[in-house]
């Protein structure tokens, strides 16, 4: 059994659109899971992570959140939505920086209470152009094989994708294995995106650790450059760039989602997604 409760996830991102022309790609990639009161442990205990300082491997506050503090900022995060994480974990499923390098398309928080109950996810999404932003759902509609949730798009983030998009956010609980994946429909609910990450866990250590940096060799770098290659193909196969507005005036879109069963979440139409009516930063 291993001595932490955050640990690594070997596994394998898919990326599909459906419109207007199709395009799929497929890669290995490793996330961490960290466990953020864990952070100060982890870097005390192994030799090649480090919390906010260089190392061949390392977590730093600010690649998240607001720049501050990652639990304060959730937490505050948290009040906002009428929600309260006091008390429970926070984990965050992330790329660590990899030699100084980190670029996350998209992190995911999930933040439980003193009772060890699932409270909420935030969705933290990060653009090429420096811009980042985050969604904050309650993790009210739970079904038997996880977590599903839906909002409207907020955030500009691929230059070939039009803003009037929703997203619906499938995800299992992080145990032996983990599944996220994310769908983007048009308002009519006919499909445009589809990305998935599924992956197997293994402990946190240091040999891990290397073992990580051999089977994904320059990771995070490589996360960057997949992305302008595939945006070179795209062009190529007749895409054109969509204009980039403005990012929303705060960083932050708390979605008010109504109370609901597994079964009624099933049975919901894409088209009949439910609205974000409150944004707070």
């Known amino acids: 059994m291993s001595q932490f409760a955050s640990c690594l996830y070997f596994g394998e991102v898919v990326h599909q659109r459906f419109s207007p022309r199709r395009h799929r790609l497929r890669y290995r990639v490793f996330q961490g899971l960290f466990d953020l009161d864990e952070l100060p442990d982890l870097e005390r205990k192994l030799r090649f992570f480090s919390h906010n300082r260089t190392n061949l491997f390392a977590f730093h506050d600010s690649d ?3 720049g501050g503090t990652l639990r304060a900022y959730v937490e505050n995060l948290m009040r906002q939505a009428g929600l309260s994480v006091e008390g429970g974990r926070i984990v965050v499923l992330c790329m660590p920086r990899v030699l100084g390098f980190v670029f996350n398309p998209v992190s995911i928080f999930y933040c439980y209470d003193g009772q060890a109950g699932l409270v909420a996810l935030i969705y933290e999404v990060n653009n ?3 811009q980042r932003h985050s969604y904050v759902i309650a993790a009210e509609s739970r079904a038997r094989d996880g977590v599903r949730q839906r909002c409207e798009k907020a955030f500009y983030v691929s230059p070939f994708m039009d803003m009037d998009m929703n997203y619906d956010f499938r995800l299992t609980l992080p145990e032996a294995t983990l599944a996220t994946t994310i769908k983007g429909n048009d308002p009519d609910g006919a499909p445009l995106i589809f990305a998935s990450f599924a992956g197997v866990r293994r402990e946190l250590s240091d040999m891990s650790l290397l073992c990580a ?3 994904y060799p320059l990771l995070t ?3 960057v450059a997949a992305i302008h ?3 070179v193909k795209l062009f190529a196969k007749g895409l054109r760039l969509r204009p980039r507005p403005s990012p929303p005036a705060v960083a932050v879109t708390i979605v008010q989602t109504p109370r609901a069963t597994a079964e009624e979440f099933a049975r919901v139409n894409p088209s009949g997604l439910h609205k974000m009516d409150k944004q707070s930063a």
Do not use: N, P, S, Y
């Open 64 to 66: 998240h959140g607001d």
């Open 128 to 130: 090429t152009f420096g």
């Open 213 to 215: 940096l051999v089977r």
């Open 221 to 223: 770098v490589g996360v």
């Open 229 to 231: 290659w595939e945006a």
